[in-house]
């Protein structure tokens, strides 16, 4: 039923470039991973720092893919429901352009400058600084359409969910604003740097990406308010309450005090019950057992439990581990944000499941290597081919993603 729904859209894939250019983003920003981990082998140019190829690597794949693609699907949400493309629909379909554009732009001067400002004429500008406020500014935009044409989708399930996502892209934007401030009014405030960087770092990834994935399982398994068996306002209100009070997680542990610690236990806690809890609706319904959307719904569950434990567990046992945070962020962003892509582009063509199940086997063996970086993985079968493995996992999701586009445009051929 779910997919005689979905493929019953005439909608579904309109304005083509915007996912492509998305899609080539997520390539684009998976070499500059792959390239990191070649230079955790020393196989990297002289004049590229492994810092700053990291942070073109991370921005590229925030700026480019993590937002561009959820923001499309919610836009096409608002398309099939107003029959055609509002001017709500064009401001959307502008700011994802603007957002992408600016993205990219900025890519270069992270992966060669950082942070760093750069010779412009007379003048140093912070160029990557300055285009990733524009990329921001651009969310705002989407925003702004979102509200234009928000009547379309009155009665909608996920509609609150989506409401919170969007809340949440605004309010990470803050603490990113925050931190520029911050460089220009107290930089010796180490502390307040740090904690205006992972506001925005938890905002976004506990906030906007979890609360958008909420939003396109609730929507696409037809979850409806007769699966719940308490309010899911809880649940969401759980999640918003406890997702920006997780930002102590990423500071380091010399700057963190107790009360910063508790803080970040309880958000996590309290965020991590609402996610497990709308996960428990989807068990419930019996949806999840699907062949395509049982991999999101699986690692969207092994997140929320490592959460929940990082929440009661000794603090010792995932400070001191800065791989354990790593891997919790794949299992999030490569594992749930990409698969839940992926599963709604599988829904609305003719390619294969048998290539989306390729590009899951791939980020299940990218996830397995990055394990082998924690402190979890027994030393006993440590060794320096792990950093060769890690390489190995990085390249894999790439490949079979440029596998599964190529699938795509030729069904999309196949239609004109």
């Not at 991973?33 to 082998?41: E, H, K, P, S």
């Not at 991370?58 to 959820?70: I, K, R, T, Y």
Request: aromatic letters at 14%.
């Amino acid at each position: 039923m779910i997919e005689q729904n979905i493929s019953s859209d005439n909608n579904y894939l309109s304005n083509q470039w915007l996912w492509h250019a998305s899609i080539a983003c997520f390539v684009l920003a998976g070499l500059t991973g792959f390239l990191y981990r070649l230079g955790m082998m020393g196989w990297v140019p002289g004049e590229l720092s492994l810092g700053n190829i990291r942070h073109a690597h991370s921005h590229l794949m925030f700026f480019g893919w993590a937002v561009p693609l959820p923001l499309y699907i919610i836009m096409q949400k608002v398309i099939n429901q107003t029959k055609g493309m509002t001017k709500g629909a064009v401001w959307m379909k502008y700011s994802i352009t603007a957002i992408i554009f600016f993205g990219l732009l900025a890519y270069p001067f992270f992966l060669f400058y950082g942070y760093r400002p750069v010779a412009f004429r007379s003048a140093t500008l912070p160029l990557s600084v300055i285009f990733s406020g524009f990329v921001m500014i651009g969310w705002y935009g989407f925003v702004v359409g979102y509200w234009k044409s928000r009547t379309a989708l009155q009665g909608d399930e996920s509609l609150p969910w989506m409401d919170g996502a969007l809340v949440f892209l605004v309010v990470c934007s803050f603490g990113a604003w925050g931190v520029a401030v911050i460089q220009e009014l107290a930089p010796q405030s180490h502390l307040l740097m740090k904690s205006m960087t992972h506001f925005f770092l938890a905002s976004f990834t506990e906030g906007w990406v979890v609360l958008v994935l909420c939003t396109i399982l609730i929507s696409e398994l037809e979850i409806s308010v007769q699966n719940w068996w308490t309010s899911p306002h809880f649940a969401l209100g759980a999640i918003a309450i406890g997702a920006p009070l997780t930002f102590p997680y990423g500071i380091s542990e010399s700057l963190l005090t107790p009360m910063l610690l508790g803080t970040a236990r309880f958000g996590g806690g309290l965020a991590a019950i609402g996610l497990l809890l709308m996960l428990a609706v989807v068990f419930r319904s019996g949806k999840w057992n699907h062949p395509i959307w049982i991999w999101p719904v699986a690692l969207l569950t092994l997140k929320g439990a490592m959460q929940l434990g990082a929440s009661v567990v000794p603090s010792s046992f995932w400070l001191s581990d800065p791989g354990l945070r790593v891997l919790y962020l794949h299992i999030l962003l490569l594992g749930g944000l990409t698969l839940s892509a992926f599963a709604w582009f599988n829904n609305r063509t003719s390619v294969s499941k048998s290539f989306f199940h390729l590009i899951g086997v791939a980020i299940l063996v990218t996830l397995i290597t990055l394990l082998m970086f924690t402190g979890v993985w027994s030393r006993a079968l440590s060794g320096a081919w792990i950093v060769d493995a890690l390489a190995l996992g990085a390249i894999l999701p790439i490949l079979t993603v440029l596998v599964y586009w190529t699938m795509l445009i030729q069904s999309q051929r196949k239609k004109v």
